[in-house]
Every structure is written in C-alpha cells, then in structure tokens.
RNA sequence: UGCCGGAUGGUGUAAUGGUAGCACAGCAGACUCUGGAUCUGCUUGUCUAGGUUCAAAUCCUAGUCCGGCAGCCA
C-alpha cells in the first residue's frame, strides 16, 4: 500500500476518530457504516457520505458497513437497494460481507420495543393524527400527556402484541417513548417508535405489519453493528438526543453520532423530490440523463470514479451549508483526463475547405500524437485530402484584434498536417451563408513544422471529408441557468431550466473512432472530453456525450473585449 | 420570538492562543503544433461591538445574520 493521499489535514470527524483511538474510547476499532434508504437515486451528494465512510474506516484500518435503513416499505424499492450497491462498487469501494438492512433486525427490534415497554420507557398511544399533533404542542410551548402515558405495562404489552398481529388498522395505535413532553427538543415529547403499515415490504414481504420509525431502528442498528462512529447530516443533529436516550434505555452497546453538512452543488438540485419532479416531468430522460448530479447520470456523462472520489476529498468536511462550484468538479474531471484520454480530432460544426492545390486524387496520412501528457500512449495516422472540414468558429471573414485562427489571406496550421491560406470565401448567393472556403497549402510545411521558421500562431483541428465518419454527438451544459435553483425565488426551481441544457449535432470525425467501445473517454482536441454513450453507442455507431469542455481562453478573450 | 447548530477572500476549506495558508474561480505574463496542458506572478478574507492577553480567526460577554427542528418520512 502506498501512502495517503497528503491528507487533506484532519477534518473535524477524522480528529475526532483519531482521538477516541488515541483514548482507548472503542478499543482501537473504527466501524463506519453507509445507511441510504432505498427511497431515491444515489447522487453526488450520497458520494460524499460514501467516500468518508468507507474513506475513514480504510483509513483507520476499519471497516465500514453498507446498511439500507429500510423501514418505510410505502416508499422504497429495490430498484434503488441495487442502485446503490451498483454506484458505490462503481465508485471503488467495497463492504465486504458487511451487507445489512434494518430489516434485518426488526425481530430484534421488536424484542427491544418490548423491554422498553417492560421497563415502562414506551407506550401505547391511541391519539389520532390530529390529537397527537395538538398534544404534542409547539417549540415554544409545552405539549400534553397523552391518556396512554399512564396505561400499565401489561396493557401496553398486550395492545403492542395485537398490533404486530394486525388487529388493528393503521393509524391506530402507535408505540411512544415515554420521555418529556416538554421538552423544548420536539423529538423528545414522546416521539413514535412504532406504526401500524399494512404494507408489503420488499424484503420481509407480508410478515410485518408493524414498522420501527428512523429514530428506533438507527440507533440499535449501529448498535447491534457496533459501528464506533455514525455520521450522518446535519438535520439529524436535533436527533442525537434521542439517539442517545434510547440506547441508555436499553443499555446497550453506545455508538457516537457525528453530523457534517450534506453537499450542495452549484447549478443543479439534488433533493430526491426535485430530481423525482425532472425525470417524472421528462425534463431530463431519466435517472441515468448525463445532466442529472446523480451517480448514473455522471457515470452516463463520462465522469470517473476517481474523479468524482477526488472531488470529494477536495471539498472537506464541515458542519455548515455551503454551496461548492461545480467548476471544481468540472476540474477534477479535467484533470484526470487529461492525463488519460487519447486525444482525437473531430469537427462539430463543419464548414467546407477546398484545397486547391491538393491534387483531387491524393491523400496521405499524417502522424498525430496521442497524447502529449504520456509519450507511451503513442501516435496513429490521420487521413488528410483535398476537401476537408474545419470548425465554423475557426474561421472569421472579418477577423478581430488577436484572432490566430483562419481568415481571408490568412494563415494557420492544420494541427500536425501542414499551413493553409484562405484565398477566396464562397457564398450562398441567397442567405449570404458562407458554404465553402478556398484555400492553398503550402507543401513543404507538411507534419506542420515550419519549412523556413515562420511562426504560424494559430493551430486548428481538421476531419478530411472523403474519410470522416459521422457520429451524433450530444453537448450537455448546466441544466439550471440559476447557481441555486432550489433557493431561488418563488420556489419554482423549473423556471430555471436551462432551455439549451443538450444540443445534439452530428459531428465528423477521424475515421479511427468508429471502433472505440462504449464508455471510452477521449479528447476532441480543442473542444472537450467525450465520453462514448454506454447505452446508444453501437458497433461501428458510437454516440458521444460531451463530458465537460476545455477552458476556452480565447471566447473569454473575446467576450471581454465585445463587452 | 423555544431548542440545537453555524459564521474565515467570489467559491470550497486550513490554521485550536504565536507570520491568516491551500485549492477552485478570476486577472496578468511565460511557454506551446490544442487559445488545451504546464510554469510564474497578482488581487480579494477572519460577521459586529466590547473584553481577557505581550499576543485572539481561536478564549469571554453582548449583538447581528444564516441553517435545522412542530411526518405515524429518513
């Protein structure tokens, strides 16, 4: 094994661990557990509690359980169990044998309900929804005692039992634990640890038709885990009370609950509500689209574990809101690709170049470098001839100041083929559209070095037009036009949409692309990283999706100066 | 306005009584067969007011602002 990475520093969780190692506090064991409900798709912001589970455990020498805290069967699916295990082996991290759900243990549950009972630390309250909510009163004033509060432990054992056996309907009953109905924390005034669901669940199926509320099962699941520290976000910290007076109840073994604040990411929603609202709404085409910040949707985008694991460590841990760059992501990416994808050349938005001087039935291939950040990643040939296409963008009959590219007597490099001149434009006589450039080459710049060392200063990537193929590729933007939808005002984050999140354009590449496999990354020089589409590519037909553009200095160059 | 938590450049974070640092973004320059990458430099910050101290982002007091909590959701 090699070193860790220069460790971000310690963050507080990590120091926290360190010092109840150093203490003896947990016997020199570190359990970290990941505890999604099956109730929505894995995002980014699940990567962020992902990575420092298992990132600290591993760190720690520990281990770190992947638990579904399943417990509402109305909302989760095993669509979603398999999603996460799915991403979070995607993501590079791995359980081992600590697969676990709390529906694993609701027999065990159940038994501890009973000796909280028996202990006369929990009820059976007969209160309606509308009763309870009115006795349970309001942060600034005290609630009631439910009737039920004073009912004997025999009474309560019983009715409990008739619960579990499903004699009663749904609403019921519930069971309460007897704590302080005035206490100023609402999650202590008595909070239900159990309800009547006549629901199947998709793991224990029919055999349940009681269920254990968040706050029972998460606390004696760590425990039974004996996971040493559980993390989780901060809404729950007004929880922890309740986390800890129910383990004290039981005497049981005591984990330590630590809260951070959860991820928010600029130009994008992750609220399982809003992201269920696009898919639902066919905003976006599902819960893989490439826009979405869910793990699918990035995995579909062309991004990489390591980099999504990356971008993780960069953006620490804290227990304040905050609202990280998606440029950091975006840079992550970049980085790692561009030390590891192939660089290619293909041209989306084509304009026609006549060579003239190019004998019409020449062609020749030239050498291109595969990528210049690793020599071992060799070279391949490129296909050069007398048509070819260039980018419309590179090309400006009327050129600005510092404008490098190609124009009416001007001259440029075809990257790694040779120098042309622009000699004539040609127009479509109705729209004024410019169809087709003339151009001459100059034959002794072939291989694109300088014959007689004049400086050309603006290099352009070419697709010869008798061996492009064509390919639809698909350029993805932010989806939200506002940095934060989900705060934006009159909470109608759909009014944010950014209308030109996908453009699909029909790009001509370098012949060799046709066969690259699903899921491969490359650069398009001078435009972005592309990602083969791993559902629509087809044999011989790949589709790309734009993973992220390059840093274009030139179009802020220009930007600056129009403005 | 009850309870809990929080506040460091544009953004994300570090510094736990001793030179406010790093990254992203931005700007400027160098280099370049990608206006990419790389390299160099720069701008910008401790919520406010008091206090303790030789010394405060850090400790104390008061205030301001922000977030969370009133599901039989998690």
Not at 4 to 14: D, L, N, Q, V
Not at 375 to 393: A, C, H, L, Q, W
Not at 458 to 469: E, P
Request: with cysteine; glycine share 8%.
């Amino acid at each position: 094994m090699n070193t860790p990475e220069p460790a971000s520093t310690g963050h507080f969780i990590r120091r926290i661990i360190e010092d109840d190692l150093k203490t003896g506090k947990t016997g020199g064991r570190v359990v970290t557990r990941f505890p999604p409900e099956p109730n929505g798709p894995p995002h980014i912001g699940h990567a962020k509690s992902i990575g420092m589970n298992f990132g600290l455990a591993a760190e720690f020498g520990g281990v770190c359980h992947l638990r579904f805290d399943d417990t509402n069967p109305s909302t989760e699916d095993v669509e979603y169990v398999d999603a996460f295990q799915r991403d979070i082996r995607w993501l590079g991290f791995d359980w081992g044998q600590n697969l676990f759900y709390a529906s694993d243990y609701y027999e065990r549950l159940y038994t501890y309900a009973v000796e909280l009972i028996k202990k006369g630390k929990a009820y059976v309250c007969e209160l309606n929804t509308g009763e309870f909510k009115e006795y349970r009163g309001v942060p600034t004033r005290p609630g009631k005692e439910s009737p039920g509060r004073t009912r004997l432990v025999e009474e309560n054992l019983d009715i409990f039992a008739r619960m579990r056996a499903g004699e009663f309907d749904e609403g019921r009953y519930v069971l309460r634990a007897r704590i302080d109905m005035a206490s100023p924390n609402l999650h202590l005034r008595d909070p239900v640890i159990y309800r009547i669901k006549k629901e199947v669940h998709h793991r224990t199926g029919a055999v349940w038709c009681i269920y254990p509320m968040y706050d029972f099962a998460h606390c004696l699941s760590d425990s039974i885990e004996k996971i040493t520290h559980s993390i989780c976000t901060l809404e729950f910290e007004v929880h922890r009370p309740l986390y800890d007076w129910i383990l004290d109840a039981l005497e049981v073994y005591h984990p330590r609950q630590i809260e951070f604040a959860r991820l928010n990411l600029s130009y994008t929603i992750m609220s399982k509500r809003k992201l269920q609202q696009l898919v639902e709404g066919k905003q976006v085409a599902g819960w893989d689209d490439p826009r979405l910040p869910t793990l699918a949707g990035l995995r579909r985008r062309g991004y990489t574990p390591a980099a999504i694991r990356d971008f993780c460590e960069r953006i620490g841990i804290t227990k304040f809101n905050s609202l990280t760059d998606v440029a950091l992501l975006e840079h992550c990416i970049r980085d790692e690709l561009n030390k590891t994808a192939s660089r290619v050349m293909a041209v989306l938005n084509p304009l026609r170049v006549v060579i003239d001087n190019y004998p019409e039935d020449q062609e020749e291939f030239f050498d291109a470098v595969n990528n210049p950040e690793d020599p071992t990643m060799g070279s391949r040939k490129v296909p050069f001839s007398r048509v070819i296409y260039i980018e419309r963008d590179d090309f400006r009959e009327q050129p600005p100041k510092k404008f490098f590219r190609l124009a009416p007597g001007q001259e440029v490099r075809l990257r790694y083929a040779c120098y042309i001149t622009c000699t004539s434009v040609v127009k479509d006589d109705k729209t004024g559209e410019i169809v087709e450039l003339h151009c001459t080459y100059d034959p002794a710049s072939r291989g694109g070095a300088s014959p007689d060392g004049r400086k050309v200063r603006g290099t352009i990537h070419w697709v010869s037009a008798r061996h492009a193929v064509q390919a639809e590729v698909r350029l993805y933007d932010r989806l939200f036009l506002h940095e934060n939808p989900a705060e934006a005002e009159g909470n109608d984050f759909l009014r944010h949409l950014n209308p030109n999140s996908l453009q699909v354009v029909t790009g001509f590449l370098e012949p060799g692309l046709v066969s690259v496999n699903p899921w491969d990354r490359v650069q398009f020089e001078r435009l972005g990283y592309f990602c083969a589409d791993g559902v629509d590519s087809k044999p011989g037909q790949p589709v790309f999706n734009r993973i992220v553009t390059l840093k274009d200095s030139w179009g802020k160059i220009e930007k600056g100066s129009a403005g």
